[in-house]
Antibody, heavy 119, light 110 residues
């Protein structure tokens, strides 16, 4: 079965950097887009960006452009979401999810990574 | 605050039919297919309806989706206790050049 397994919960201080990961298995990782989605109680689900691991084509939501960096290492079937300087407002659950092409649905999701940013 | 508008809550008794609405605009629902996700408490969202009205394998036929103009609906007939969850509509937005979501509807089975 297709699986996306995310790294574990993180507790960080404002200003710290962080990278979370999403490892795919049981499918051709290079051939599907991986998206990152943020979930907060106040703003619900928000798309952050996509990456196509096959050629590292990356697209960002305007709301998140410059705030995070999305990357992937297709040799280990893993996508990453990175912050260089966290803010308290980054506290959220982050999901990775795959889609076959840009306009198709997210058909498989990771379990989510809880990120807490607090001084 | 979400691009797509859903009612925050819906409810029904076992066996009833419930409809959850999702309203968008010409740049999103008006031009693109709609998908619905079910999120059980403490879990990741899961694709429940795709391409407006298609059910992935394993989703009961009690669930159906529809789209008309810039709106979409998720109908659940023969409501069961295990249907209690948050439901999100989603589609592509041509202006954003990315997917957009509704704010979610919390379905309660009374």
């Amino acid at each position: 079965d297709v699986q996306l397994v995310q790294s574990g919960a993180e507790v960080k201080k404002p200003g710290e950097s962080l990278e979370i990961s999403c490892q795919g298995s049981e499918y051709g990782f290079s051939n599907y887009w991986i998206g990152w989605v943020r979930q907060t109680p106040g703003r619900g689900l928000e798309w952050m960006g996509f990456i196509y691991p096959g050629d590292s084509d990356t697209r960002y939501s305007p709301s998140f452009q410059g705030q995070v960096t999305i990357s992937a290492d297709k040799s280990i079937s893993t996508a990453y979401l990175r912050w260089s300087s966290l803010k308290a407002s980054d506290t959220a659950i982050y999901f990775c999810a795959r889609r076959e092409w840009l306009q198709s649905p997210f058909d498989h999701w990771g379990q989510g990574t809880v990120v807490t940013v607090s001084s | 605050q979400s691009v797509l508008t859903q009612p925050p809550s819906a409810s029904g008794t076992p066996g009833q039919r419930v409809i959850i609405s999702c309203s968008g605009s010409s740049s999103n629902i008006g031009r693109n297919i709609v998908n619905w996700y079910q999120q059980l408490p403490g879990m990741a969202p899961k694709l429940h309806i795709y391409s407006n009205n298609q059910r992935p394998s394993g989703v009961p036929d009690r669930f159906s989706g529809s789209k008309s103009g810039t709106s979409s609906s998720l109908a659940i007939s023969g409501l069961q206790s295990e249907d209690e969850a948050d439901y999100y509509c989603a589609t592509w937005d041509d202006s954003l050049r990315g997917p957009v979501f509704g704010g979610g509807t919390k379905l309660t089975v009374l």
